[in-house]
C-alpha cells in the first residue's frame, strides 16, 4: 500500500515563498500520479495542480503562474513551489494520487486508487 508524506510547509509573509514535497513510498514499482488540494478553515478542500507519470501539468486557475509543480519520478516526489504567496493560500495542503503506471516491456498498464496525504499546513501572514 502506497503512502504519501508532505514537509515543506510553515509560515511565510505575503509576497514570500515555500517549496512543499510530497514522496509515496512503500509501492515503488509504480509511476505515480501525484497532485495537491488544499483545504482553508472553514472552506472545502480544492485542487491546485497535478503532475501525470507522463509529466503533464495541470494547474487550477488561481495558481496564475505563482505555483509550479514538478516531480522526481526516481524518487517518487512531487514538489510544490509556492511564489508570491497570499493571505488566500493559507490552507492545509494535500498530496493525493488516484492512478499509478507499471511500465513493463509489454508497455504500461495503469492501476487505480486513491489515497491522501496527512497534509502539510502553510500560513500565510502580513
Known amino acids: 500500500q502506497v503512502q504519501l508524506v508532505e514537509s515543506g510547509g510553515g509560515s511565510a509573509q505575503t509576497g514570500g515563498s515555500l517549496r512543499l514535497s510530497c514522496t509515496a513510498s512503500?509501492?515503488?514499482?509504480?509511476?505515480?500520479?501525484l497532485s495537491w488540494y488544499r483545504q482553508a478553515p472553514g472552506k472545502d478542500r480544492e485542487f491546485v495542480s497535478a503532475?501525470?507519470?507522463?509529466?503533464?501539468?495541470i494547474n487550477a486557475d488561481f495558481v496564475k503562474g505563482r505555483f509550479t509543480i514538478s516531480q522526481d519520478t526516481a524518487k517518487n516526489t512531487v514538489y510544490l513551489q509556492m511564489n508570491s504567496l497570499q493571505l488566500e493560500d493559507t490552507a492545509m495542503y494535500y498530496c493525493?494520487?488516484?492512478?499509478?503506471?507499471?511500465?513493463?516491456?509489454?508497455?504500461?498498464?495503469?492501476?487505480?486508487?486513491?489515497?491522501w496525504g496527512q497534509g502539510t499546513l502553510v500560513v500565510v501572514s502580513s
Open positions: 512503500g509501492d515503488t514499482d509504480c509511476h505515480y500520479d
Open positions: 493525493k494520487t488516484d492512478r499509478c503506471a507499471m511500465v513493463s516491456d509489454s508497455g504500461i498498464n495503469y492501476r487505480y486508487l486513491e489515497v
Open positions: 503532475i501525470n507519470s507522463d509529466g503533464r501539468i
